[in-house]
């Protein structure tokens, strides 16, 4: 194992912080697989898995059982995780720019068509080394101004390579589920499996940028782009990469964290990067994928109290009561109702909304919504 510092450009003077990666197996040895928590810095479960992760990547280093490289980011968000408020954590967005820590990433593909297309050729191994490299390229050519920036540039300096892109987070209050773009469901499907998924949210470039979607997206785009020209230089998805909701804020515990562990090391060795001496049996899903369009989001039309009568996990039908909200000034009752089908996958940790304010998320089969289909 090796454990790597990388300073951040220091925002202001005396405040200089550090993001701190641990590296296992051998760089091209194999398949390359990135694991980050926390990039939302309250969100915490991510962390403690991590924690637990990390022993068992050690104990499997040092038997050589890794044929590839595991990159391990337990803690993705130093400048998050130092901010607070009022005695209350500001890990999703960063104070100086109002901007969230995982959106705004580069379009890869935007940056580097021009460059790789007119390069690629009939031997696909090359095309991916190609797309690396200019992905690289376009790193070393960045020059970060700001902090928030320099975390961006890092956390992409750590996975641009990587063939799996795994992104912990978590909801508010929540079931385990998952966000993934479409090409790389595939790949990924079988981890869902493994981590128990009780909603897997599938889209084609949700909006937005967020991180995973920048070392997916640029796959994808370009073989669009290579389609679109009648160009018949074959491009695999070269990274699958997913963001994983760990549960709800509240749901840090070591039963849950170990886990979490044992389902991610489980996956890498059903993926070759770890080996074993029996392949581990993928087990039966707990739910079919549904598009991140037809997750619809619940919102209160007025302010008050919210009492709610429906659980995270619990499968619903339209027009099934998912809350009230309480005025206890007027004495009145707002029933909020869902209007599809699909599970109650995620609500709102505060019992108390402001007119028009999001309660809770449920996924259902059919896509409705278009444009950018995730929240702030």
């Keep these: 194992m090796q454990r790597i510092n990388h300073a951040l450009l220091c925002q202001s003077l005396g405040s200089r912080k550090s993001l701190t990666s641990f590296h296992f197996g051998t760089p091209g040895s194999g398949p390359k697989v990135t694991i980050q928590a926390s990039l939302h810095a309250e969100e915490l479960p991510g962390m403690l ?8 990547l050690e104990a499997a280093d040092a038997a050589g059982f890794i044929q590839g490289e595991v990159v391990l980011v337990p803690v993705a968000n130093p400048i998050g995780l130092s901010q607070r408020l009022d005695h209350k954590p500001m890990g999703r967005f960063e104070l100086d720019t109002s901007e969230n820590f995982n959106r705004h990433y580069p379009d890869f593909a935007k940056e580097i068509a021009a460059q790789v297309i007119p390069a690629l050729g009939a031997d696909a ?10 992905m690289g390229d376009h790193l070393k050519q960045w020059n970060p101004q700001t902090e ?19 992104d912990l987070h978590c909801d508010c209050e929540g079931v385990l589920h998952f966000y993934c773009e479409e090409p790389c469901w595939e790949k990924l499907e079988p981890l869902s499996r493994f981590l128990e998924s009780q909603a897997s949210l599938l889209a084609k470039n949700s909006g937005s940028g967020p991180i995973d979607e920048c070392l997916s997206g640029v796959w994808w785009r370009l073989a669009e782009t290579l389609k679109a020209q009648n160009n018949p230089a074959p491009l695999p998805q070269g990274c699958c990469s997913t963001t994983i909701e760990l549960r709800g804020e509240l749901d840090v515990t070591h039963a849950n964290a170990s886990t979490d562990a044992q389902a991610i090391v489980y996956f890498l060795q059903y993926i070759g990067v770890l080996l074993s001496e029996q392949q581990p049996v993928v087990p039966a899903p707990l739910c079919q994928p549904t598009p991140l369009a037809g997750s619809e989001t619940l919102r209160s039309g007025v302010p008050g109290v919210i009492v709610f009568a429906s659980q995270p996990g619990q499968t619903l039908k339209a027009g099934d009561l998912v809350a009230e909200v309480i005025d206890p000034v007027e004495n009145t009752v707002h029933r909020v109702c869902t209007s599809v089908n699909g599970v109650f996958y995620a609500r709102i940790r505060d019992r108390y909304t402001t007119a028009g304010g999001e309660i809770g998320k449920v996924a259902s089969a059919t896509a409705f919504r278009s444009g950018e289909l995730l929240g702030a």
């Design 148 to 166: 928030l920036q320099s975390l961006r540039h890092t956390l992409l300096s750590l996975a641009f390579d990587a063939d799996y892109f795994l």
């Design 49 to 56: 898995a991590a924690y637990h992760l990390r022993p068992l």
């Design 125 to 134: 191994k090359h095309n991916v080394h190609l797309v690396r490299a200019a």
